[in-house]
């Protein structure tokens, strides 16, 4: 397979004690934040990526960050424990919203509700400006894994544990479709920058493409990894996806025709010795930036030829 990518690894981030589970973007393309089973909350300067500044500390694993934009917020998802917003210019906890005493999959954030996906089943919904409780969804009782925020329809997709991604109008919170062509949890789904296509990816390996303004008919799928596709993202201009898994690799993939442009993994480029959870693909010099079971955080430069 000729590719005319590149990707070198420029850094290792080291610090976390413990699995780490999720990196979210924050106000500047150089800044990235990461959460991990140690319960720190750690910022990232990808210009001086040796040193990480501690941000917050809880009391349990951390799955699930969400940065709030406009107001320079940080929402930390405390396993067992509910939603602490900090304040990120003078790293101040500015509320702790108690939720039930579950695990925390996911945090989506609009204009208007936080939404956060509980490992019972429930889908909370905050109001996004005082981050009080609105409203608990109830479709399932397995756990609800991933959220996904699609602003030109005004929906909510979410993807859970007995298979079936349920998309949800955002403003009637009823459920509009319910897609169920997964065969295991889904755990990462991502609608593409212009809104037009969801993509879902699951336990079983499978990434598939489901479109938007056709009722989400799919429109296919791939095998895309081994094992479970833990997470998907867009590169800054959305001309490419990158996946990763449980079977250690990240994957490059053309956004418009799905073709597979790079494998990245432990024997070609010295990437993760365990499952990778999340990516986060920068604007900062167009660095994709992974975490990892192996308790390290890569850097890698993609040069798209």
Known sequence: MASKIQVQKVATLTGHRDCIYTLERSGSDNIIYSGAGDGMVVAWDLTQPENGELIAKVTSSVYALRYVPERNLLLIGQNQEGVQVIDLENKQILKSVPLPKVAIFDIAFTADNVYVALGNGAVCVLDSHTFELETIIRKSDQSARCLAYNKYSNELAVGYSDNVVRIFDAATREV???????????????????????????????????????????????????????????????????????????????????????????????????????????????????????????????NLG
């Open 176 to 302: 509009k479709y319910e897609l169920a062509a997964h065969a295991n949890s889904v755990f990462t789904l991502a609608y593409t920058p212009d809104g037009k296509l969801l993509l879902t990816g699951s336990r079983d390996a499978h990434l598939r493409v489901w479109e938007v303004e056709q009722q989400y008919k799919e429109r296919g799928y791939l095998i895309a990894h081994m094992y479970t596709i833990n997470h998907i993202t867009f590169s800054p201009d959305g001309r490419y996806f990158a996946t990763c898994s449980m079977d250690k690799s990240i994957k490059v993939w053309d956004a418009d025709t799905f073709k597979l442009l790079k494998v990245i993994d432990k024997v070609r480029n010295a990437s993760h010795g365990t499952s990778v959870n999340k990516l986060f693909w920068s604007a900062h010099q167009n660095q994709l930036v992974s975490c990892s079971d192996d308790r390290t955080i890569s850097v890698w430069d993609i």
